[in-house]
C-alpha cells in the first residue's frame, strides 16, 4: 500500500524533528563536557600514563593535535553519553508502527544494547587496557622510549572502545536472531565449537597483537554468547506459547 502524501510528510516532519532532538541532545552534553576536555584525555590516557617506564611520556607531533585530540575526545563522548536519548528518540518513531508485542519485545532490547555498549567500554578500560599498555611497555626493545603521540593513541583507544562495545552486544544479537526465527537456541547449541574458535579469531582481528587482549576479548564473547542462548530461550518458549494461545 503506498502511503498518501500527507501521510508522508507528517512522518518526514516527525523524522525531522526527532533528529533534531537527538542532536541537540548531544550538542548538550558537549556544551557541558568542552569545559573539562583536557581533564577527559588525562582521564583517557591514565591507563596508559600509568604503565610508562621513567621518564617517558606522550607527545603531540602535530602542531594542533594539543587542542583537537581532547575536542575529539570530547565529541566522541557526548554522543556515548546521549545514546539514551538518541535511542529513545529512534523508539518514538518507529513505536507506533510494531504491534503490541514488538514494542514489548523491542523496548527491553534497546535498554539492554545500550548497557551492554557501557559495559564494554568500561571493561575495555578498567581491564584490557592496563594489562595491554603494561605488555606493550615490557616488550619495547632495548633503547627504544616509548613517547606515543596523543592523535594515534585516542585513535587506538576508541577503536579498542567500539570493538569491546560491538562484541558486548552479542546477546542482543542472539535474542533477536531467536525470536524473528532466523535460528533456534538448540541450534545456537550445536554450533558452540563453531562458535569459540570464531571468536579467538574475532579478537585476534579486532585487538592488538598480543594474545592477552585477544583473550580478554574472546572469552566475554563466548560467555555473552551462552547468555544469549539462554534469554533467547526464554523468548523462544514465550513466543511460541503465544502462538498457541492465538491459535487455539
Known sequence: MIAEPNSLIAHLIELR???????VSVFVVFLCLVYFA???YHWLATPLL??????AQMIATDVASPFFAPFKLTMVLSFFIAIPVVLYQIWGFVAPGLYKNEKRMV???LFSSTLLFYLGMAFAYYVVFPLAFAFFSSVAPEGVVINTDI???LNFVLKIFFAFGLAFEIPVAVVLMCWTGI?????LRAKRPYVIVGVFVV???LTPPDIISQTLLAIPMWILYEFGIVVGSFYSRKKADQEQQENS
Open 17 to 23: 524533528g526527532r533528529v533534531l532532538k537527538a542532536v
Open 107 to 109: 523496548a527491553p532490547l
Open 38 to 40: 583536557q581533564d577527559l
Open 203 to 205: 579478537g585476534m582481528l
Open 50 to 55: 600509568d604503565t610508562l617506564p621513567e621518564n
Open 183 to 187: 535460528t533456534t537456541p538448540d541450534a
Open 151 to 153: 592523535s594515534s593513541y
